[in-house]
């Protein structure tokens, strides 16, 4: 909960600093491994955005709702062909008490869209230019995008100060808390910002953040009053603090989804009825309870309900638990004595006892399943690089845009390891980019019934999020995005 500050409030802060015994605005969070880079030029990985997001801003920022609000740039504008772009930057300060300039702006963006400097320049490749303006900068892109304005919201989209160093280690930027301290591998500590832009300030004057890798230490640590939250908990342990005085735990979507992915371009799974037995043939809810411990959301799309408004909820007939249709469709295929491998990847439980679930019940149809279960280096390169399976089960992460996260069933997608080629889908994916409103809704309303039934692979749970904290903890907001809101906790 954001609060102005009042002179208690300023007392309350100078008597953490004098060393008194105002513990209430200090909060422990423990997640389980250190961020990469702080630059946001070199970080590609998720427990860094998870930590920056309250350090670092963009022009633009996400909401809980996946949708897109003003950070830096009070407002923005777009020209009528939907290419130029311009923001208008409102009065803040950098956390080493420097303005944010257009020159800050322009030198940010540049460096994220330079393939020399950034290693996630392709996201921005729509960008033709970036134009410094008298209090606003105006960018040009080469086409209409209508994922563009959800990728400023990305870390690589932070604006800092033009002549930083040594960003990777130091991060400056204007966000609500400022990085005071990084021990590797034990502990982050974050210090608020008391000059935000909003001229509003957190709660908790201090948060660390303790590395814990270990699930079962966290909870300890958290039954110990050692930490406070627990951002995302597996759900393995969930019985460990379910119920325990003084715990709650908030549940929401993750924005990921898990599905059984298949080599579409792999005799007989290149059979698109081989491929609707399997589909049928799967009780998921059996799985949701099984893997998940009744956890979670079941899917029947490429999205989860976690992106809101582009979600199809209306696919669910489409492929139903219908194991007596399955054996037919086999039969029909004259496949019904069909063996085939099953991959999983060893360090992620949840895929590994989904994976033991769905071989049971496809047995039930006579199949034969052989369960290789690999590490995630091998799956990687195996099933993801080299496209070398018959079936494999994985979680693909959320993005704020659906773009990004329809694009890779594309057919020349380098993310597309299903092997799944429909033209139409093409043709859809190429018009979202460049419709909005209701029409980008309907496009991707289409794109997503068109995977549901030629099935790229089987769609099972978007898995919980669960965030575990003490009972008087309150403000937690959950994103479809992976970051953890540390400005809207109070207590």
Known sequence: MWKRMSLPAVFLVILFALGGTVTAQVLN??????????????????????????????????????????ALASRWTVDENGTRYTFYLREAVFHDGSPVTVHDVVNSLNRARDPELAARAGELSMIKAVTGLEGAVQIDLHEPNGAFIYLLTEVYASIYPAGAEDLSRHPVGTGPYYLADWRPNQQLTLRRFDQHWSGQQPFFAQVNFLIIPDENSMVLNLKAGRVQLIPRLEVSVLHQVQNSPGIKVQASPMNLVQLFAINNARPPFNDLRVRRALALGLNREEILLGAAWGEGVLLDSALSPAMGGFYHDQLSEINPYDPQRAKELLREAGQENLRFTLTLPANYPLHVQ??????????????????????????????????????????????????????????????????????????????????????????????????????????????????????????????????????????
């Open 354 to 491: 989904a994976g033991e679930l769905a071989a049971q019940q496809w047995e039930q149809l006579g199949l034969k399943v052989d369960l290789q279960i690999v590490e995630w280096g091998t799956w990687l390169e195996r099933v993801y690089s080299q496209r070398d399976y018959d079936v494999s089960i994985i979680g693909l992460a959320g993005r704020l845009d659906p773009h990004a996260i329809l694009v890779r069933y594309t057919t020349d997608s380098s993310r597309n390891f299903f092997n799944f080629s429909n033209s139409r889908y093409d043709e859809l994916i190429e018009l979202g980019l460049r419709a909005d409103g209701e029409e980008r809704r309907a496009i991707y309303l289409e794109a997503q019934e068109i995977l549901a039934r030629e099935l790229p692979g089987i769609f099972i749970m978007d898995p919980p999020q669960l965030a575990v904290m003490s009972a008087e903890i309150q403000g937690w907001r959950s994103y479809p995005i992976y970051v953890v809101d540390l400005a809207s906790l109070y207590q």
């Open 29 to 70: 969070v423990a997640i389980p491994q250190d961020p990469d880079s702080f630059d946001p030029t070199r970080t590609v990985a998720a427990a860094t955005s998870e930590v920056a997001f309250n350090i670092y801003e963009g022009l633009v920022k996400a909401t809980p709702h996946g949708e897109v609000e003003p």
